[in-house]
């Protein structure tokens, strides 16, 4: 593998902080470079990777999924799904090549399954397990290029959820989740993270009458990630996982016999607190920042969840700009093939990611191909043209098969 010798903490971070908050499509007009930089305050977070949209057909529109139909990978999305899935079982894989225009070693690998349980299968039990490798790096001293050890930092989590129909329409899903983060340094300054999660989320669909047609109307939201700080040395500092709150609806539309559209809305909002910033050079300032750091540092997850609808310093209006849009749309023929397309919006100063997504799909029986391409609409970005592909098996398909 291609070796890097800047050094594997920086390194490891750099790349997480590209993959999510796309700095390079970033530029500050030289008049007001000051006011920009003091304008641009992403949400900071420990485990960023698992923002990131693992499966195909939700990369495929616009990083879209919380209240599209259920699929395999709904774990990720929302669990609740599974309980209006129209199967009894299913299991699949993604594969995410990550920073192709940066290193060839960066990848997210996302495995998901499910299976129904209880009278009239109105329950389901659902797992997943996803691994982001950083890749190879070589550690090496100031004055001596060659490299003398290589590290795999890494995150990775696994959860499992339990969902449930409470009416013909409504159902809801808890998750557990274990997180862990490691930077591949295991000295005494450096240390793995990890934290224990927990997610809720509910979904309800309604056929309603449009026109002539009997249209699928749905509702989703997802509370992602709620729990503990993760720490890398030892606990004398302590930050976020990126908890977070979706909302969705969608509607899908029956052209024909054979040919259906669905288009979906999801809105997002990090429950992270906002760094707090520096007021100026004094003493007074530094102290007054110093409190509020160590403030920062002590607060717990449960109160920076609350804290993160009221801290931003611009008020109202940079509360507004945390929110992240996601359009999506699918098209369907007999259910077997499948277009997609969509698109992400994220405020310039909260991260600027900004792309078009399109997809395709293909289904038989027994299992589903799907791929997914990343068009930026930012320059420089190091995401553009990235690659995500899926493949699922429907559980039901392949017993049918053997009878």
């Not at 990550?98 to 349980?117: E, M």
């Not at 009278?119 to 003398?148: K, W």
């Not at 997180?179 to 793995?192: E, F, H, L, V």
């Not at 259906?260 to 520096?278: E, I």
Request: charge should be negative; glycine fraction near 8%.
């Amino acid at each position: 593998m291609k070796t890097r010798t800047t050094p594997p903490h920086i390194t490891a971070c750099l790349l997480l902080i590209l993959s999510m908050t796309f700095l390079p499509g970033i530029t500050f007009p030289l008049g007001a470079q000051q006011e920009e930089q003091n304008r641009f305050s992403p949400i900071n977070t420990a485990a960023p990777s698992l923002s990131i949209a693992p499966d195909a057909r939700g990369g495929s529109m616009g990083d879209n999924g919380v209240a599209s139909g259920a699929d395999i990978a709904s774990q990720y999305w929302n669990p609740a799904k599974y309980a209006f899935h129209y199967s009894n079982a299913g299991i699949g894989l993604s594969y995410t090549p990550w920073l192709r225009r940066i290193v060839n070693d960066v990848a997210l690998a996302y495995l998901s399954g499910f299976y129904k349980i209880g009278y009239n299968d109105n329950q389901a039990v659902s797992a997943s397990l996803r691994y982001f490798s950083l890749g190879e790096i070589a550690e090496t001293m100031p004055s001596d290029p060659i490299p003398y050890n290589y590290l795999n930092p890494y995150e990775m989590a696994i959860d499992a959820s339990y969902s449930r129909k409470l009416s013909e329409l409504y159902s809801m899903a808890v998750s557990l989740r274990y997180i862990r983060s490691d930077m591949g340094d295991q000295s005494d300054a450096m240390t793995a993270g990890n934290s224990f999660a927990a997610d809720v989320s509910g979904y309800l669909e309604k056929y309603v009458i449009l026109g002539s047609s009997e249209s699928l109307w749905t509702l989703g939201y997802h509370v992602s990630n709620i729990g503990t700080k993760i720490s890398y040395d030892g606990g004398a500092t302590n930050q976020f996982i990126p908890t977070m709150l979706k909302i969705g609806s969608g509607l899908l539309y029956p052209l024909d016999d054979y040919n259906r559209l669905g288009v979906y809305v999801d809105l997002g909002k990090y429950l992270v607190p906002s760094l707090p910033k520096s007021r100026g050079n004094t003493e007074e300032a530094q102290e007054a920042y110093d409190k509020l750091r160590e403030e920062y540092n002590r607060m717990s997850f449960m109160t920076g969840i609350f804290r993160s609808f009221s801290d931003a310093p611009g008020g109202l209006e940079e509360e507004l700009s945390e929110v992240n849009v996601s359009l999506g749309a699918e098209y369907s023929y007999n259910e077997q093939f499948f277009v997609r397309g969509g698109y992400y919006y994220e405020n310039p100063n909260k991260g600027n990611r900004q792309y078009f997504s399109l997809g395709a799909g293909f289904r038989m029986n027994v299992f589903q191909l799907d791929a997914a391409y990343l068009i930026s609409t930012v320059p420089n970005n190091p995401l553009d043209q990235t690659l995500r592909f899926s493949l699922s098996f429907d559980m039901d398909g392949i017993k049918n098969l053997f009878q």
